[in-house]
């Protein structure tokens, strides 16, 4: 039963000896003296039972038996060249898979260019998008079954660790009949009487928290709809008359027929969005991930001026993720 665990050098060496048909030519290639070639692959040949070359004064040729093991290694020795490769690749975060949750929309901004700006760097690494609420995103995170999720806020999460990435504004999505249509901007008082469409999932949770903590008052609450249904549809549903709706940003760069987004506290009401992972996870796509989330982050250059920063150094900062007016 020959060794399974032979040297892969010495068959590195047999395939050239048979492709130059001469020790002495195989060890030039090698740079190797033509003994010391010799040698080893005697010693290949002893482990397999078989000789594998004939030897003469005219040259060096495979025997029967080696002819045929040097074509079945000498394809396998490829495929284990393709696999050490593919190892590298993944070692480097090049190839793979990334599993990401969020809730914010890929029309434009931040999300929009981080994943093209990703994707163009590393093609060959499979990226599997998740939308879902915060609260479903952080349990993926959690559970293992997402790399990393973008989130509202900065959530603190058990081994996990979280970098604040960007803010975006907030506008509130209007018919074109409406009658705050003509102004430049409108304030929460303005919104009060309405009635709001917030999706069932993604990101409807946190629409209505922040419908509730703005408009809610003494015996007052605001008129909520919850629509079964997509964000497109649900803005399209706006320009349908049936409600008003927030959205931010990478949604506003979008065109809705019957639609007109106005920013809402005069341009200076943000919603802030972070990344959190697992510390334990050692995929190294996320890896890179990470690295090129603070370097858009950096590009994009937040309304607020503030750097992205871990959870760990906002300790006692706060994390709702919606700021009031500055005054």
Same mark, same amino acid.
Do not use: I, Q, R
């Given at each position: 039963m020959p060794d399974l665990a032979l040297d892969l050098r010495y068959l590195k060496y047999a395939i050239i000896v048979a492709e130059h048909g001469s020790f002495r030519r195989a060890a030039d290639v090698l740079n190797l003296s033509q003994s010391t070639v010799s040698r080893r692959i005697q010693l290949l040949e002893r482990r397999l039972g078989v000789p594998l070359f004939e030897r003469n004064r005219t040259g060096t040729r495979p025997t029967l038996a080696g002819e045929r093991f040097i074509r079945e290694a000498a394809f396998g020795a490829e495929h284990l060249r393709q696999a050490v490769n593919e190892m590298a690749l993944a070692r480097r975060g090049d190839v793979g898979e990334l599993r990401i949750g969020l809730m914010a929309s890929l029309a434009s901004g931040f999300l929009a260019d981080l994943l093209d700006t990703y994707h163009r760097r590393f093609p060959n690494v499979d990226v599997k998008v998740e939308e879902a609420t915060s609260q479903a995103n952080a349990a993926g995170v959690l559970n293992g079954r997402l790399d990393a999720a973008f989130i509202p806020g900065t959530p603190r999460l058990p081994g996990c660790e979280a970098k604040l990435l960007w803010d975006e504004q907030i506008f509130v999505a209007v018919p074109d009949q409406h009658r705050l249509v003509a102004r430049p901007g409108v304030d929460w008082e303005d919104l009060r009487d309405e009635t709001f469409l917030v999706s069932a999932d993604a990101a409807g949770p946190e629409v209505e928290g922040i419908l509730v903590r703005q408009l809610s008052g003494l015996g007052f609450h605001p008129k909520i709809s919850v629509q079964r249904v997509g964000r497109e549809n649900l803005i399209n549903m706006v320009g349908k008359g049936f409600g008003l709706t927030l959205a931010a940003n990478s949604t506003v760069g979008?065109?809705?027929?019957?639609?007109?987004? *106005?920013?809402?506290?005069?341009?200076?009401?943000?919603?802030?969005?972070?990344?959190?992972?697992?510390?334990?996870?050692?995929?190294?796509? *996320?890896k890179q991930l990470l690295e090129l989330s603070l370097s858009v982050a950096g590009q994009h250059q937040q309304p607020s001026g503030r750097l992205a920063k871990s959870a760990s150094d906002r300790q006692g900062e706060e994390s709702e993720s919606l700021r009031r007016p500055r005054r």
């Open positions: 979008v065109s809705y027929p019957g639609v007109t987004f *106005l920013p809402v506290g005069c341009g200076s009401e943000l919603v802030s969005s972070s990344v959190v992972w697992s510390t334990a996870n050692m995929n190294a796509a *996320l």
